[in-house]
């Protein structure tokens, strides 16, 4: 069965430091989000992503983040300089294909020490 | 006002009791409803998927959604320690898929 990938499962760095989380989406799937969980929190919409522009997002996506889906199969989230309080989990989701409802990555667990 | 307001539990059942969860939420927008499963640590699993007032089973699993009263429902019939997970109502309106997600609720199923 058809799955959505992220990598890497588990990142650690330092605050101001730039991190790329990955995904590779379901392959027929057209639309694409990034979602964060802090740890004991809800999950919480970041971003959605349709025909090569962003087509919503939160207010916590501001000027330090950013998507990009570089090639037919990937779609990157880009943090630039990393808080404490970027330390969460980041799932990437995919929907299309005649589907109506999201799929969940597995997640990437974000430490910023 | 939440959009989306779940009861986090704890929730602790001996096997083989009815599960019952329930999420309401505030926008009557909303128009697809959604149960997930989550791990620990892990990512949210899609269990069911619905978008009318009424019922809906899946196996052991029936999703109830009741659009007048802004309520939505999920029952686990004969749970099993397998069972033991956080289960998130998820829901989105018509035309955009972006989901809003209830807080969870802890199920722990004990053998």
């Known amino acids: 069965e058809p799955e959505v990938t992220q990598t890497p499962s588990h990142q650690v760095t330092q605050m101001g430091q730039e991190v790329i989380l990955r995904c590779v989406p379901i392959s027929n799937h057209l639309y694409f989000y990034w979602y964060r969980q802090i740890l004991g929190q809800k999950v919480e919409f970041l971003v959605s992503f349709y025909n090569n522009e962003i087509s919503e997002k939160s207010e916590i996506f501001d000027d330090q983040f950013s998507v990009e889906r570089p090639d037919g199969s990937n779609f990157t989230l880009k943090i630039r300089s990393t808080k404490l309080e970027d330390s969460a989990m980041y799932f990437c989701a995919s929907v299309g294909g005649g589907a109506d409802t999201q799929y969940f990555g597995p997640g990437t667990r974000l430490t910023v020490l | 006002q939440k959009e989306v307001e779940q009861d986090p539990g704890p929730l602790s059942v001996p096997e083989g009791a009815i599960v019952s969860l329930n999420c309401t939420y505030s926008n009557s927008a909303f128009q697809y409803f959604m149960w997930y499963r989550q791990y620990s640590r892990k990512g949210p699993e899609l269990l069911m998927y619905?978008?009318?007032?009424g019922n809906k089973e899946d196996g052991r699993f029936t999703a109830q959604v009741d659009k007048s009263s802004k309520y939505i429902s999920l029952f686990i019939r004969d749970s099993q320690p397998s069972d033991s997970a956080t289960y998130l109502c998820?829901?989105?309106?018509?035309?955009?898929?972006?989901?809003?997600f209830g807080a969870g609720t802890t199920v722990t199923v004990r053998a």
């Open positions: 998820a829901i989105s309106e018509v035309n955009d898929y972006k989901l809003s």
């Open positions: 619905t978008y009318s007032s």
